[in-house]
Nanobody, 125 residues
Framework: VQLQASGGGLVQAGDSLRLSCAAS????????MGWFRQAPGKEREFVAG????????YYADSVKGRFTISRDNAKNTVYLQMNSLKPEDTAVYYCAARGSGLLRIATTTDDYDHWGQGTQVTVSS
């Protein structure tokens, strides 16, 4: 599966953004999806993940209550709705896909097989 992330931009603290990640191929619904982010000089970190059906989601503590991950399997797209953005949310955001099943939402980079190219999110104070 190939992934294309979009929707990033420059916003002010407190604003909202919605990221999208469009997947190619007919196997999107069989993939667990995740969003990660990487700030300058820092390691890539888990943000949110969603199961293949969309019934189960999991969030990093730093974004819980502010970000919402969702997916539309008919459109081969996963979304990340980001509300109440903070300057510390500034990073390049990546979507990722995992083809094989897990009983939990995968939260490490090694858990995912496919990656998008990233989209920059900058939050000014």
């Amino acid at each position: 599966v190939q992934l294309q992330a979009s929707g990033g931009g420059l916003v002010q603290a407190g604003d909202s953004l919605r990221l999208s990640c469009a997947a190619s191929g007919r196997t999107f619904s069989s993939h667990m999806m995740g969003w990660f982010r990487q700030a300058p000089g820092k390691e890539r970190e888990f943000v949110a993940g969603i199961s293949r059906s969309g019934a189960t989601t999991y969030y990093a503590d730093s974004v819980k209550g502010r970000f919402t991950i969702s997916r539309d399997n008919a459109k081969n797209t996963v979304y990340l709705q980001m509300n109440s953005l903070k300057p510390e949310d500034t990073a390049v955001y990546y979507c990722a896909a995992r083809g094989s099943g897990l009983l939990r939402i995968a939260t490490t980079t090694d858990d995912y097989d496919h990656w998008g190219q990233g989209t920059q999110v900058t939050v000014s104070s």
